[in-house]
């Protein structure tokens, strides 16, 4: 998760429940940061899309498809 913004990295974190004791929808998410749920849609889709494409991505292709 290093390599993405802040913002990404929480979103992220969120969304799976990494960290913490459930997954957020993005409505919760979007609560939290004052977004749509649209726009934390387009930000988790980023935040994969550049996780993907990392270099260190090895090891989560399993999560991520």
């Keep these: ?5 802040e913002r990404e990295a929480e979103v992220i974190k ?3 429940g ?7 929808t993005l409505e919760e ?3 939290r940061f004052n977004l749509t749920r ?3 849609r387009q930000i988790k ?3 994969l ?8 991505s090895g090891r989560l292709k399993t ?3």
Excluded at 49 to 56: A, E, T, V, Y
């Design 29 to 31: 998410i979007g609560e």
């Design 18 to 24: 990494i960290e913490g004791d459930h997954s957020a």
């Design 45 to 47: 889709e980023k935040a």
């Design 38 to 40: 649209e726009r934390v």
């Design 14 to 16: 969120l969304y799976f």
């Design 49 to 56: 899309r550049n996780l993907r494409h990392s270099k260190r």
């Design 63 to 65: 999560y991520l498809g």
């Design 1 to 5: 998760l290093s390599t993405l913004t």
